[in-house]
């Protein structure tokens, strides 16, 4: 088969997909496109039989596209668009994403607890007191001002885990280990209602289930998002730990104790009561009993594998 030479289009669509096409070719050819940015390749696509391929752009430069054409006999041609700028989008502030100002109506435990939650991405200017008990007061920080409904825009919100609550809205900006600092620290100031809906939520959005009850360190980090993870009530974990996805921590009739700089695998099972400190543990691994520091464990049940701890230094944080 003779390679035949064809036309080369390139088409912006969207205002920044760049459609390119090579036109007439033989259906058993096959094509490459590079992506040229500058003079260098910035984007390889490799030999197919798709005769149009779509870039898309991220920033804005000077681009062309080189298109090289191969049939089964190991010829090949080489085509070369003409170079052309790209200006890319204006980026400009949308006010939809300009941080909010709001006001909460109600003295209550409610009120402190949506205070709590939505002032790290939103700013709280006061408390509304529609019976003006407390006006000039202050609760949570802020001041306690009469209702003046002329002076406000209300929105109402639910404490069940909806996706056209507000409030849920704004805990989907938080990670999961976030989420749980939210929740402990509702829980020690009385909010319970509050650390519910957050817990809630945490299994709603990462199937998991990280109580506000537990008392996890400082630096200690969810791997994954921690999807999958359960988190007995009572579990005390220590400092800059790692907990993988689908981990579960604990008990048979002891309170589950994890120490400071625990690694635990995917997949891990940690029902043995107290983990020391520096301690790895593989994934998949089913840990049945107390287990000391400095040490490696795998194996179900788990067994320790090693003591040689300077070769999984990478998993233990010091």
């Not at 730990?241 to 309170?255: E, M, Y």
């Amino acid at each position: 088969m003779k390679l035949s030479t064809s036309e080369l289009t390139l088409e912006l669509k969207n205002f920044y997909q760049l459609v390119v096409t090579c036109h007439g070719e033989h259906k058993h050819t096959k094509v490459s496109y590079y992506l040229i940015k500058d003079q260098e390749v910035i984007e390889k696509i490799p030999y197919s039989r798709n005769h149009s391929h779509t870039f898309n752009f991220h920033e804005r430069g000077r681009y062309r596209v080189k298109v090289f054409i191969r049939n089964d006999e190991g010829e090949r041609t080489i085509k070369n668009s003409e170079d052309f700028r790209y200006k890319d989008f204006e980026t400009k502030d949308h006010p939809g994403y300009q941080q909010k100002i709001y006001s909460i109506v109600g003295v209550h435990r409610n009120a402190a607890f949506i205070k709590l939650l939505m002032e790290k991405h939103n700013q709280i200017r006061s408390f509304i007191d529609p019976t003006n008990q407390y006006c000039g007061q202050t609760f949570f920080n802020l001041p306690v001002e009469s209702l003046k409904l002329d002076d406000y825009q209300t929105r109402s919100y639910t404490l069940k885990v909806s996706e056209i609550n507000i409030l849920t809205n704004n805990l989907h900006r938080f990670l999961a280990m976030d989420l749980y600092k939210l929740s402990r620290t509702f829980y020690e100031n009385g909010l319970t209602r509050g650390a519910e809906y957050v817990k809630d939520f945490i299994r709603h959005k990462f199937n998991s289930y990280i109580p506000y009850t537990a008392e996890i360190g400082e630096g200690t980090k969810l791997g994954y998002g921690s999807i999958g993870v359960v988190i007995q009530k009572s579990a005390k974990i220590g400092r800059n730990s790692t907990i993988s996805q689908n981990v579960t921590i604990g008990s048979r009739g002891k309170q589950p104790i994890i120490g400071d700089n625990v690694y635990i695998a995917p997949g891990a099972i940690c029902i043995g009561g107290t983990i020391g400190d520096n301690v790895v543990v593989g994934a998949n691994a089913v840990v049945t009993k107390d287990i000391p520091s400095n040490c490696v464990l795998a194996g179900v049940p788990s067994q320790i594998i090693s003591t040689d701890m300077e070769k999984y230094e990478k998993y233990v944080k010091k």
